[in-house]
């Protein structure tokens, strides 16, 4: 095992188009695309796009799509601890104008405890706060280990306070914000006294507020793509998640900040493509972008 990553799972439905109708109208989408979907869900499989070896611990029910989904994660050789549900969970998405409505139906009623994983060799874990149990015990885990723990803070959870002391790098999300009624300065000072190494949060097209190493707080921008290829933002901070997991699997050693223009980059593709499938970036695709994205004043 190089790397595990805990959440739940989704099959999203994107829809591409012009207006979501209402009452009895009808309306044709300009296109659309089936994918997995879920935040740790999708890090996963990006992190495994880039090159790398991924388990996952996520909901799996018996049914139609939940076989779907394995096969997804057969594609990209992802090993599949299934945490059993009686139906999957679905999402559908409309992307429109760099924004994104999203309509979800989640079953998270586990049947089952967490698996019992044997996690010698584990390099890095990455979690979003679903499945509460089975992320504390392998934060834990982890962290006695000496393996990098990360989180992707979307949103409150039950436990959110109590499993930041077990996390090396939290990036959260401005509504962590303002459930939690902070700002996003007095975030990066929450994060730093629950003793993360890394911290930060993104504010989409305006990029990233962030503290490193130091505990220096900086600002990454986000690349500057235009308009006109912006397709389909949801799951972009997702790719940004599995893309910095990846960055730092191919080198433990360098700079958070590496590490994150890395995964702006990966992220930056994302949103030129329809569906979390399609939006999933290679190494050269992601070399592509910083080539010719990157400028002295972003980097």
Request: proline share 3%.
């Amino acid at each position: 095992m190089e790397s595990l990553f805990i959440g739940q799972t989704y099959i999203d439905v994107t829809m591409l188009a012009d207006e979501m109708p209402s009452g009895d109208d009808k309306a044709v989408a300009r296109d659309f695309a089936v994918s997995f979907g879920g935040n740790a869900v999708t890090a996963g499989f990006c992190t495994a796009r880039l090159g790398h070896s991924v388990d996952m611990i996520t909901s799996l029910a018996d049914d139609w799509l939940g076989r779907m989904f394995l096969d997804m994660a057969a594609k990209y050789q992802i090993s599949v601890h299934g945490r059993k549900v009686r139906r999957s969970s679905l999402s559908f998405i409309m992307p429109h104008e760099g924004k994104r409505a999203i309509l979800r139906a989640r079953d998270d009623e586990y049947l089952h405890p967490l698996p019992q994983l044997n996690i010698a060799g584990c390099r890095a874990l990455h979690l979003d706060g679903h499945q509460a149990d089975a992320a504390m015990h392998y934060a834990r885990a982890c962290r006695e280990r000496g393996v990098l723990t990360s989180l992707d803070g979307g949103g409150l959870r039950s436990n959110t306070h109590e499993l930041l002391a077990f996390i090396d790098v939290a990036i959260c999300s401005t509504r962590l914000c303002e459930q939690m009624d902070m700002t996003l300065p007095a975030m990066l000072d929450y994060l730093k006294s629950r003793g993360c190494r890394i911290g930060g949060v993104t504010e989409g097209e305006k990029g990233m507020l962030w503290y490193d190493e130091t505990g220096e707080v900086s600002r990454l921008p986000a690349l500057d793509v235009p308009a006109a290829k912006v397709i389909d933002t949801s799951g972009a901070g997702d790719v940004f998640h599995g893309a910095y997991v990846a960055s730092y699997l191919d080198a433990p050693d360098a700079p958070w900040a590496e590490h994150f223009r890395y995964a702006r980059a990966a992220s930056a593709f994302k949103v030129q493509h329809l569906g979390n499938e399609a939006g999933l970036p290679t190494r050269e695709d992601v070399d592509a972008i910083r080539k010719a994205y990157e400028t002295n004043r972003q980097a």
